[in-house]
């Protein structure tokens, strides 16, 4: 099979976290009355997440991510309560509780209240999502309680004037007492692209990789900077390759802390490679073959792209499928 052959289809896979059917009924967050008849409904559930570490509840071969309110106070005070939204007129809300400890390989603790229960099952976001622990649909929501609880964790103290601040609009909100600052949720927006030159993709890998392991180059967009102009400046950083065109794909909710992945691709004007080696281990070109074989897994070399949750396996597919991909310009 030559790179100029049809390559096989692989099979459809969905972009992790985009699916979010929670209605967020914003207008109501300032609603303090119809806010606690939202979380007295007896159909009301709540994501509870143990600082980082979303909480479950085993459920056969699957888990549970949602909790009733009188479930959810076996973990302990909340440190945060916040509405993410309704799902078919039931509500959803995410719930902080203080960090696991571990200490011992068979029992967790939640703020000093030992959780031995076998019928919960306590693990990261990111195995939750690749391995399917949990219903598709339950991602999305997952992936906005985590940014969100994340932020409140992060700012309870003004940044203006150092007075501690206070959770409002359902958690949409942090107000400061102390010289009045009104503070929202941040999302930090972060680029990925993969260089095309012909028919072949540029792709690094980092240390901290699985080995074997090559994706889509990224950074975070800086003040003052457009979408093409972070990615042009990432590239050149990272490897050294100057680009033309770009054009942007897709973008996707990335709870690692809280990120919006931004997925394009870019037109390389070469192919002459200058590895930044504090940001990578390695960086070489790929043709479309080899980029299929990794995506499917039969690569002889056990070189391997990204799993479908991520937005750089997507980039990588859509490189295999059609190329360059530049329908819509970015800037």
């Not at 979380?39 to 509870?48: F, G, I, K, S, T």
């Not at 099952?121 to 598709?136: F, K, N, S, Y």
């Not at 927006?189 to 889509?216: E, T």
């Not at 033309?244 to 990335?254: A, K």
């Amino acid at each position: 099979m030559s790179d100029t052959d049809a390559l096989p289809p692989l099979p459809p896979v969905t972009l992790g976290y985009t699916d979010n059917a929670l209605d967020r009924m914003s207008a109501k967050r300032g609603d303090a009355l119809w806010l606690a008849a939202t979380l007295a409904d007896p159909r009301a559930r709540l994501y509870v997440f143990a600082g980082e570490t979303p909480i479950l509840r085993r459920n056969e071969e699957r888990g549970d991510p949602l909790f009733t309110a009188a479930e959810a106070e076996a973990f302990g005070e909340p440190v945060e309560t916040a509405f993410l939204g309704l799902f078919n007129g039931a509500p959803r809300f995410a719930r902080l509780v203080k960090e696991l400890t571990k200490p011992d390989p068979n029992a967790y603790r939640i703020d000093e209240i030992k959780v031995d229960d076998p019928t919960l099952l306590i693990t990261d976001m990111r195995t939750i999502a690749v391995q399917g622990i949990v219903e598709p649909h339950h991602l999305g929501p997952m992936a906005e309680g985590k940014a969100l609880m994340h932020w409140h964790a992060m700012h309870r103290f003004c940044g203006r004037c150092g007075t501690r601040t206070e959770a409002v609009q359902a958690g949409w909100r942090r107000d400061c007492s102390g010289c009045g600052a009104q503070n929202f949720p941040r999302t930090d927006p972060v680029v990925i692209m993969l260089p095309v030159h012909g028919d072949h993709c540029l792709m690094g890998r980092q240390r901290r990789f699985p080995q074997g392991m090559y994706s889509a180059l990224a950074g975070f967009l800086e003040p003052g900077e457009t979408v093409a102009g972070a990615v042009r400046r990432e590239i050149m950083e990272e490897a050294g390759v100057p680009v033309g065109r770009v054009g942007y794909l897709f973008d996707q909710p990335w709870p690692y802390p809280a990120s919006l992945m931004i997925g394009c691709h870019a037109e390389a004007l070469g192919r002459d490679i200058e590895i930044d080696t504090e940001e990578l281990e390695d960086a070489r070109w790929f043709s479309r073959e080899e980029c299929w074989m990794m995506l499917a897994r039969q690569h002889p070399g056990r070189l391997a792209c990204p799993p479908p949750l991520a937005i750089a396996h997507h980039l990588i597919r859509a490189f295999v499928d059609d190329g360059l991909v530049l329908s819509r310009i970015a800037s």
